[in-house]
């Protein structure tokens, strides 16, 4: 390596701090304005609106804030390393999974798969055909497609791997995905709450419309706790199910669109795991640990398991400011009228679709 690379990548590890010091800072603004605004408020007008905005709002308009800040000075995507939504969304999922009784998470499991299954196949099934309608490239498709019907971004990276997608197809779909369910955080607790649902169909209508793993933490948290755990739990059903999706995608587009033979097509074991989300099974592991812990500890254990709710929150708090620091319309403005079309017309068929899934499926839901 020369000293001109050793000196870039120096310059890369210290900006990347950097941007990791800065969504820390606008984390710990999030938790004193969560604290403080209420006490601010009190007596005011503004009093009862202040004590029902939770930390997801103030840490993703701080992040929009600090966003557009850190454009101003030209120094975002520099910093852009640090900001590792990724990262603080899966950290903190796992760590939710500790207060998650095992009991929950089995018995919500099976109209979760169910409801994942139904909901991919038609989502996606409707935004392929929508795409080819409007002359989309099939390598587009299968990213737009992906992302609205499993996990945003996640299902986007995915497919893009498993069909060699360009990098600027990739971008359109991943501003696409963080456009539209920053909206949805808001939007779906609200309506939630107009048309009267429950917790857990709340909780399954978010968990299956919204895209990204990061906006169903922050909707669901708005939701309330036992709406988040439902949606936590539909939405890492369908993050389980990526691989799949890939995997599928990566033998139509050899076998189909590229034409290659079918021994090159063959999708291999460790394809598969490599493409699987490991979180999944971390989540799974902390609320078994989690339920075990509190049957042989009891009232004794409530303290621990309420530090790991904290730290998960930060870790939230984290990645919500994340989404703000990362939010872009570069990529709108370069993909055209017609991924937007699609995108558009397939969120609202999903929004649609999961409302009547989650309230078939999770109607008699009862949750504790």
Known sequence: MTETEEQQRSSGVGYAVAGVVVVIVLGAATRFLEAQVPQWAAGTPFAKVAKSIEFPVYAIALGLIGNAVLTKLAVRDALSNGFRTEFFIK?????????????????????????????????????????????????????????????????????????????????????????????????????????????????????????????????????????????TIVKTTQNALIGIVAIALTAYFALKVERKSAADARPSVREFWDRFPKFVLGFIAASIIGTLYLQYAGKAGTPAIATVNDLRTWFLIFAFVSIGLEFSLKGLREAGWRPVAVFASATVVNIVVALGLAAVLFGNFTIG
């Open 91 to 231: 950290t903190g999922l796992v760590l939710l999974g500790a207060s998650i009784n095992l009991k929950v998470l089995v018995t919500a499991a099976g109209p979760a798969i169910i409801q994942a299954l139904l909901l991919i196949s038609i989502v996606f099934g409707f935004t392929w055909w929508l795409g080819g309608k409007l002359g989309l490239e099939d390598k587009l498709r299968a990213l737009l497609a992906s992302a609205v019907s499993i996990c945003g971004v996640s299902a986007a990276i995915a497919a893009a791997g498993a069909v060699q997608a360009k990098k600027e197809q990739l971008a359109y779909a991943a501003s696409l995905v963080i456009a539209f369910a920053l909206p949805s955080i808001f939007l779906l607790p609200w309506l939630a709450d107009v048309f009267g649902l429950s917790d857990a169909v709340a909780g399954a209508w978010i968990g299956g419309n919204i895209d990204t793993t990061a906006a169903v933490a922050a909707s669901g948290a708005i939701a309330g706790e036992q709406a988040l755990q439902i949606a």
